[in-house]
């Protein structure tokens, strides 16, 4: 069983920084790409960013330049590094995992974390 647990998410002052994490537990034989959501109250939940198997990212515009999606696939954990906080960014965080496969003749599937909270508050 794949099971995806995010941590690093806390109460933190605009302007400043936080990384998040997120490890798969189980076997990855190949995903298309893992990522971050976020999901603010009232709102829907939205892309942040994402990163490819090959290295590819992309992000929300609302966080370009200010938060670095990385991956280790050998630890099978990616992070979100969030520097110069704002208040909009106050959400649940979740990661996800797109189209993961855990074996050769496995069906891909997306998976997702339970969450962390981020705050941005003074």
């Known amino acids: 069983q794949v099971q995806l647990v995010e941590s690093g998410g806390e109460l933190v002052q605009p302007g400043g920084s936080l990384r998040l994490s997120c490890v798969v537990s189980?076997?990855?034989?190949?995903?298309?790409?893992m990522g971050w959501y976020r999901q603010a109250p009232g709102k829907q939940r939205e892309l942040v960013s994402s990163?490819?198997?090959?290295?590819?990212?992309n992000y929300a515009d609302s966080v370009k330049g200010r938060f670095t999606i990385s991956s280790d696939n050998a630890k099978k954990t990616w992070y979100l590094q969030m520097n110069s906080l704002k208040p909009e960014d106050t959400a649940v965080y979740y990661c996800?995992?797109?189209?993961?496969?855990?074996?050769?003749?496995?069906?891909?599937?997306?998976?997702w974390g339970k969450g962390t909270q981020v705050t941005v508050s003074s």
């Open positions: 996800n995992a797109d189209g993961l496969r855990t074996s050769l003749f496995s069906d891909k599937r997306d998976y």
């Open positions: 189980g076997n990855i034989f190949s995903f298309n790409a």
């Open positions: 990163i490819t198997s090959s290295g590819r990212t």
